[in-house]
């Protein structure tokens, strides 16, 4: 089910080659460890540049931000998806599910779906305030029962992995004892979102999609019988009043709970295990937030710019046109690698330095009209974390550098073992 590697028309074999090697070594430990080296390997050849398997690849800041920005550049949506054919990833089950949720749509669709789903105005968001300290208080004080007496800790498990699942799931009001395994369906169904999953990987995210299908369509049933104060219900409200047939109606309030989990998730997991990694890992910019606990948002916004949980994001041409210096056809794709257009020294100086003084310029959270809806959640999430973080363990170390998951798109530490110094 992996996208076949042809060579595109106008790209020799060496590029090719390239290109091949450059995706091959980003899937090594080496690679997931640190794979900004690369993308300054594939940057010197261009801002952008011939995918091996068709399509461009784009490592330049201002171009990405210039497709993000422009309604010329689509979602590869449920059509586009389609007319890729079958044997494809894209007509896989779990990319035909997630074709049909928001991240996925264009306008007009994209605009009153996003538009119904109303999250995290900054009503909602104050509602969610004290509940994230709470939470954080909590998973806190659980790590530092396990640091007592020397001991050592995986800050990812205990922290990390907990706090967004714990927000989203009170949030929407789903039962603690079924957070363990909407996190592991998570983890499973973001490969279909990946660049190039394996069969293999396609297999666990079709199974783990249909799975949390099962779960939310019984979520949105039931809050149909029961209604409460809480987003599924609302949203059951709304689409009643856009949607005459009741099943249709259900369904889209469903596509719109398993989009806000798995962005609220995978994501901001990421952000605060990596967030924490750079600050032990730069124990000045650490000590300075100790006495200058005012940067701790500009630490959020600087571990987003320098290391983002998501390194891809897609679009596809809607016309015939030129990117940069290199002409683009209709229905083409190009994968934006923002993790490297996050490095590019003619947007930033001295990019390689992580720096709580810059000023703040990242596509982490995309652009245009496909913001990220929870942007402002994941920033109330690693804020909170980071204030009583510091404040509370102003002696924390790292014990060995994290292993990650041989991922290119989706970040995801799998451990971060941590103590007190």
Same mark, same amino acid.
């Given at each position: ?11 020799? %074999? ?13 899937? !090594? ?5 640190? %794979? ?22 784009? @490592? ?20 586009? #998806? ?8 894209? @007509? ?116 783990? !999609? ?86 701790? %948002? ?7 710019? /320098?290391?983002?949980? !998501? ?39 001295? %990019? ?18 496909? /913001? ?22 102003? #002696? ?26």
């Amino acid at each position: 089910m992996e996208t076949a590697i042809t060579s595109p028309a106008g790209t020799s %074999p060496a590029d090719r080659r390239f290109a091949v090697s450059l995706f091959s070594r980003l899937r !090594t430990a080496k690679g997931q460890a640190n %794979p900004f080296p690369i993308y300054a390997e594939l940057r010197s050849r261009g801002e952008v540049a011939a995918a091996p398997w068709g399509g461009h690849l784009v @490592t330049g800041f201002d171009v990405c931000d210039q497709v993000l920005r422009s309604r010329e550049w689509l979602e590869p949506d449920s059509g586009w #998806r389609e007319r890729q054919g079958d044997g494809t990833r894209w @007509t896989a089950p779990s990319s035909r599910e997630m074709s049909r949720t928001l991240p996925a749509l264009n306008p007009p669709e994209h605009t009153w779906v996003r538009r119904s789903a109303g999250m995290f105005d900054r009503g909602s968001l104050e509602q969610l305030r004290d509940p994230v300290g709470r939470f954080t208080g909590r998973l806190l004080d659980a790590l530092a029962e396990r640091l007592r007496d020397g001991e050592t800790a995986d800050f990812n498990e205990l922290v990390s992995e907990e706090l967004p699942v714990a927000t989203i799931g009170h949030w929407l009001g789903l039962p603690t004892a079924d957070f363990p395994r909407l996190r592991e369906l998570t983890h499973d169904q973001v490969f279909t979102q990946e660049l190039l999953p394996s069969a293999s990987q396609l297999a666990l995210s079709d199974a783990a !999609t249909a799975e949390l299908r099962t779960y939310f369509m019984d979520v949105v049933r039931a809050r149909r019988a029961a209604p409460g104060d809480d987003p599924v219900s609302r949203w059951i409200e709304v689409w009643d009043t856009m949607e005459p047939d009741r099943d249709k109606a259900d369904e889209a309030v469903y596509f719109l709970a398993l989009f806000v989990l798995l962005a609220a998730l995978e994501t901001t997991s990421t952000l605060l295990s990596t967030m924490t990694l750079l600050l032990l890992e730069h124990p000045r910019q650490w000590y300075r937030l100790l006495v200058q606990p005012d940067l701790v %948002p500009a630490a959020v916004e600087e571990t987003l710019r /320098y290391d983002p949980p !998501t390194h891809v994001i897609s679009r596809v041409a809607s016309c015939d046109g030129v990117l940069g210096d290199v002409e683009v056809r209709e229905g083409e794709m190009v994968h934006l690698l923002v993790g490297a257009a996050h490095r590019d020294p003619a947007r930033h100086e001295d %990019p390689e330095l992580f720096n709580l003084h810059r000023k703040p310029a990242h596509l982490a959270f995309s652009g245009g009209i496909h /913001y990220c809806l929870g942007a402002p959640l994941a920033r109330l999430e690693a804020q909170t974390l980071l204030r009583q973080l510091v404040m509370r363990f102003p #002696r924390l170390t790292l014990v060995r550098r994290p292993t990650w998951a041989p991922r290119v798109a989706f970040r995801r530490l799998l451990d971060l073992d941590v103590a007190l110094s």
